[in-house]
């Protein structure tokens, strides 16, 4: 599987996003599939998975009720509608099975807030 992730960009503090990630191959649909980011000098964290089929999702505490993910299976895209962008959100978003698979990590979007 390909992954390939578009739609970062510098956002002031309080704007909006929408990430999206390209998937090939066959398996997108039957993955458990999540974001991830990371920011300079930081881990790389999950901020957001959902079920195969869509129907859960989760989130990291420090974006709850901020992000949305989504996902269509039918275009083997995922997308991560990101609202009240701040400045802490700034890294690079990843997106990649759960657990994720070494060998498919793309090049990631940077998305940068400013305050």
């Known amino acids: 599987v390909q992954l390939v992730e578009s739609g970062g960009g510098l956002v002031q503090a309080e704007g909006s996003l929408r990430l999206s990630c390209a998937a090939s191959?066959?398996?997108?649909?039957?993955?458990?599939m999540g974001w991830y980011r990371q920011a300079p000098g930081k881990q790389r964290e999950l901020v957001a998975s959902?079920?195969?089929?869509?129907?859960?999702?989760n989130y990291a505490d420090s974006v709850k009720g901020r992000f949305t993910i989504s996902r269509d299976n039918a275009k083997n895209t995922m997308y991560l509608q990101m609202n009240s962008l701040k400045a802490e959100d700034s890294a690079v978003y990843y997106c990649?099975?759960?657990?994720?698979?070494?060998?498919?990590w793309g090049q990631g979007t940077q998305v940068t807030v400013s305050s």
């Open positions: 990649n099975a759960v657990p994720p698979q070494k060998e498919t």
């Open positions: 191959g066959s398996t997108f649909s039957i993955n458990i």
């Open positions: 959902i079920s195969s089929g869509g129907g859960h999702t």
